[in-house]
């Protein structure tokens, strides 16, 4: 039997992305590692083969036990993804210091460990959105989830542990199987329903006179993307370092509308609302993933799927069928 693969966050949006593509790829040895708790988190299960799965206190006792089969590979992606997050010692001990448990239990089992870093680690911006080494520890995160990531980055970093393992910075994450996050949710999901039942959709009002209303511009990444090169840095390549993970080009809220009502058959009605309190200060203008680290030194060379592209994807395989 061929060794265990590990998905951390299994259940959750990226997970399950990456779960169903180890599947294409023929491979069910999986042990996936999440709290379903009570929700419909679960639903996302449906459809994937997988050996067991395990609550991740769980799972971190069975490592310790050393009775489990040889681990292959730790996929972790499992974190409390929630910008809006206040409580600070439930994010360094769910998003640091379990990440940092993992690691230092694959780096000596010999185990390939991959995990999610995020976007928001470069705060506004204010010093690019380079992927290089020497530009990681000037980066200042804007809110408590982006310092927890930028936290375990620092620590990777500073012990020499990237040339080992692998962190992917994801950018603006859209697709399939996010239902469950609330108002996590991206904008395409939120904005799918906002249309059906409303007709127009709302963006935000830009509080910068260098943007304009709804021009305020991110890297949207397609989760499929995202899947690909997380399971080619688990899987086929051995490089370590810390890698952005976006489509490497900015677009506009305006440009992500009008693809959404492309993809609908609608003629696009957008109308602007007041940014709300909670984002004011930590509200990002501009984001764009520096991707040529990601080819050169990561070997991953595959395009990135457009907003066009993606969003009618995502709207006919998944959204017209769920919602």
Same mark, same amino acid.
């Given at each position: ?18 779960? $169903? ?13 999440? &709290? ?8 996302? !299960?449906?459809?994937? !083969? ?13 490592? $310790? &036990? ?15 993804? *929630? ?9 360094? $001990? ?7 448990? !993992? ?18 680690? =470069?705060? &506004? ?14 980066? /200042? #995160? ?30 603006? /994450? ?13 904008? /395409? ?66 440009? !992500? *509308?009008? *693809? ?31 991707? *040529? ?8 060379? $595959? #395009? ?12 006919? &395989? =998944? ?5």
């Amino acid at each position: 039997m061929s060794q265990l693969i590990v998905i951390t966050g299994a259940s959750g949006f990226i997970g399950r992305n990456v779960v $169903e593509l180890l599947n294409r790829r023929g491979l069910d040895h999986l042990l996936l590692v999440d &709290s379903l708790g009570t929700d419909d988190k679960w639903k996302n !299960l449906r459809g994937l !083969l997988y050996e067991d799965i395990y609550q991740p206190d769980q799972f971190l006792q069975k490592i $310790e &036990s050393g009775k489990l089969p040889p681990i292959r590979s730790i996929i972790h992606l499992g974190a409390c993804s *929630a910008t809006t997050e206040r409580n600070a010692d439930f994010l360094l $001990e769910n998003n640091y210091r379990y990440t940092r448990t !993992l690691a230092e239990w694959s780096l000596a089992h010999g185990t390939r460990f991959v995990y999610a870093s995020s976007g928001s680690t =470069y705060g &506004s911006g204010e010093l690019g959105y380079s992927d290089a080494d020497h530009v990681t520890p000037q980066l /200042v #995160p804007q809110h408590m989830y982006g310092y927890s990531k930028h936290m375990f980055d620092l620590w990777a970093l500073r012990r020499g542990l990237l040339k080992q393992i692998v962190g992917l910075k994801y950018f603006n /994450v859209y697709g399939p199987y996010e239902d469950h996050k609330g108002d996590m949710r991206t904008l /395409v999901n939120k904005a799918y329903t906002q249309i059906k039942s409303r007709g127009y959709l709302e963006l935000f009002k830009s509080e910068r006179p260098d943007y304009k209303d709804g021009e305020q511009k991110r890297d949207f990444v397609y989760v499929k993307d995202v899947a690909k090169v997380t399971v080619h840095f688990a899987l086929d390549s051995q490089v370590g370092g810390l890698f952005n993970c976006g489509a490497g080009e900015a677009r506009t809220w305006i440009d !992500l *509308a009008q *693809a959404l009502f492309a993809a609908m058959d609608l003629k696009p009605d957008i109308r602007f609302i007041d940014l709300p309190e909670n984002l004011r200060g930590q509200y990002q203008y501009f984001t764009q993933a520096e991707a *040529a680290k990601l080819k050169t030194l990561g070997g991953y060379t $595959e #395009p990135f799927t457009s907003i066009e592209v993606g969003v009618s994807d995502y709207v006919k &395989s =998944y959204l017209e069928k769920v919602k």
